[in-house]
Structures are given as structure tokens and as C-alpha cells.
């Protein structure tokens, strides 16, 4: 069953079958309004982590003419098509919780996840 909280409202971004919440469209725009113009959040998915594979999240302000951009209120992210494979129907949000607060994707295609949340497998 579908956590209710990562199905996309009206006012998530949805792009290319990954959706940002609200949530963290916020967060990205108040992280980006301290960083030069232009840039970006880009998210990605590389080889590691516990579990096979892990998230990194950079912020950029350079941009690969195929890389997918969501954009708005501030807020761009920007995926690179490779990992834009791995990543296809997650949800990025922006938790804020007695644990801490982070960036958590949830990806429908992970198999297993470790505790940290940011590595995966498939």
C-alpha cells in the first residue's frame, strides 16, 4: 500500500515520473536563495552505498543539454537521464522530524533500503 503522504497533491511538481513535494520544493528554493544564480539541486544515483546504490545530491550551476530540469517557486533540480532511469515514478521530499531533517526519496523500484535511506538496491 502507497504511503498517502508521497502520492502527488496539486501542489507537487511532477516531471518526467518524479514528483517533488511541496516540501522539498520549499527547502530546495531556501538552500538555492543562498547560492550564486543559476543554481541547481541535482540529484542522482551512483554505484555504493550499503545496499548497491545510493543518492548524491550536489548543488551545480552546470547543466548536460539531456538532463531533466523540475523547476519551481525557486526551486530547480535537475536528474541526469541514467539516473533518471533508476529513479522513474519516485517522490523526493523534505522531512522534518524528531530524527532530523533530510531529503528522503522514495523509489517504487528499490527492493531493499538501508537505515541511513539514502542507498538502495533494485
Do not use: W
Not at 9 to 22: C, F, I, L
Not at 34 to 49: C, I, K, Q
Not at 82 to 109: C, T
Amino acid at each position: 500500500m502507497a504511503d498517502a503522504s508521497l502520492v502527488p497533491s496539486a501542489e507537487d511538481v511532477v516531471a518526467t515520473n518524479v514528483a517533488v513535494t511541496a516540501s522539498a520544493v520549499r527547502r530546495i528554493a531556501e538552500i538555492l536563495a543562498a547560492e550564486p544564480p543559476e543554481s541547481m539541486l541535482r540529484v542522482s544515483v551512483e554505484g555504493g552505498g550499503c545496499s548497491g546504490f545510493q543518492y548524491k545530491f550536489d548543488i551545480t550551476r552546470e547543466k548536460a543539454a539531456d538532463d531533466i530540469v523540475i523547476a519551481r517557486d525557486g526551486a530547480t533540480v535537475v536528474v541526469d537521464p541514467v539516473s533518471l532511469e533508476y529513479m522513474s515514478g519516485s517522490h523526493i521530499d523534505f522531512v522534518d522530524d524528531l530524527i532530523g531533517a533530510s531529503f528522503k526519496i522514495s523509489n517504487p523500484h528499490a527492493t531493499a533500503s538501508c537505515g541511513c535511506g539514502t542507498s538502495f538496491a533494485l
